[in-house]
Each structure stands twice: as C-alpha cells, then as structure tokens.
C-alpha cells in the first residue's frame, strides 16, 4: 500500500473491473439481477482464473501453463 490518495494503491482493482466492464457487462444484457450477479460471482471462478489467457503466462490459459511446468516425474 502507498499513500493516502496514491493511485497505485487500485491499480490492479481497477484493472480487473475494466477486464470485467469489457469482456463480460459490454457483451450482453440479463433479464435479472439475480442473472448478473450470478455471472459475475463465474467470471472471475471459470473465465479469468481458468480459461483466459494471460500474458504473463506467455499467453497460455493457466492450466496449461501448469501442465508445462510441472516437473517430469521418473518412474522408479
């Protein structure tokens, strides 16, 4: 955290709502809130986290990132 007032201290808030404004509230409307809000609790849990690449991961999903980085195992 910085200073009362910094601007670095939302940043990466801010981020993930614009993420969230541009891939998913942009795209379409819901009938209901309970609709939305159900589609925002998944967004983070099945999207971001699991099937979005990131460019951080060399633009691979994170489960695949995972794959290739788990160390080989030799049988005994």
């Known amino acids: 955290m910085g200073q009362v007032g910094s ?3 939302n940043a ?3 981020s993930f709502w614009g993420r969230v404004q541009t891939e998913l ?7 209901t809130r309970l609709e939305l809000a ?3 609790f998944e967004y983070p849990e099945v999207f971001y986290n699991k099937q ?6 060399e633009m691979l999903k994170p489960d ?5 980085r788990e160390p080989k195992v030799n049988p005994a």
């Open 7 to 9: 601007a670095f201290d």
């Open 12 to 14: 990466m808030m801010e």
């Open 25 to 31: 509230l942009d795209r379409r409307k819901w009938r």
């Open 38 to 40: 159900n589609e925002l």
């Open 52 to 57: 979005r690449r990131h460019s951080s991961l």
């Open 64 to 68: 695949e990132h995972e794959t290739l």
